[in-house]
């Protein structure tokens, strides 16, 4: 059975370099994989990129109101106009994988369609995220992930201080802030940094948002 598999962490806990190399090892044994983000991540256009100078090119732009499972089946038919997707008892689809970068800007229902590609199309789903906000606030769509995924896993990262972090501080102007849109592009305005609980407190004022 095919599964929906989240896999979560910090800002920097490498998500994008781990699925791009989910999407490497699927095509080095000669199978197809789609890869796909959501479009309000305005980074890098329409790549996914790696921190660590790794990018490609999303097969697939995510707007707020797509219907996930279609948009999938639609695409499979592009990849091979011959895939009869329609007989979902058939086995022989021509992708053997669905890759979402930036998966908690997805809505719950989006998680849901993703559900269904996995159940419906027999096509494992793994999607990468990151679980709060800058206030400790889940996201929608990892809040939704979190709860109905096969299969959770945690990329873990480090604080400044060597801990584990967890959560995810939102620097303007090189100043941690506290208030504000729950979606803000890292980038030259607004910058990100994991922290551990310890240090998030400190910085917070010992608030949790």
């Known amino acids: 059975m095919a599964k929906l598999y989240f896999r979560y962490g910090a800002m920097n806990s ?7 190399q989910a999407a490497f090892n699927y095509e080095e044994r000669g199978q197809r994989v789609l890869l796909a983000k959501p479009r309000i991540d305005s980074k890098g256009d329409d790549l996914i990129v790696s921190r660590l100078g790794v990018s490609r090119r999303a097969d697939l732009l995510i707007e707020p109101n797509d219907d996930v499972e279609q948009l999938f089946k639609d695409a499979v038919k592009r990849v091979d106009h011959e895939a009869l997707i329609e007989t979902l008892d058939d086995p022989g689809l021509p992708v053997s994988c669905l890759l979402i970068d930036e998966a908690q800007f997805l809505d719950p229902v989006q998680v849901d369609g993703l559900m269904r590609v996995a159940v419906d199309c027999r ?4 999607a990468y995220g ?10 929608p769509g990892s809040g939704r992930l979190l709860e109905t995924a ?18 995810n501080g939102r620097k303007v102007d090189g100043r941690f802030v506290f208030a504000g849109d729950q979606v803000a592009i890292d980038g030259l305005d607004v910058t990100y940094e994991s922290l ?3 240090c998030y407190l400190r910085e917070s004022g010992g608030r949790l948002h």
């Open 196 to 198: 551990c609980p310890a």
């Open 123 to 126: 096509v494992p789903v793994m």
């Open 150 to 167: 096969h299969t959770l896993e945690e990329l873990k990262t480090i604080c400044r201080c060597g801990s584990k972090a967890m959560f």
């Open 14 to 20: 490498g998500k994008s370099t781990a699925l791009l």
């Open 130 to 139: 990151i679980r709060t906000d800058f206030r400790t606030r889940a996201f």
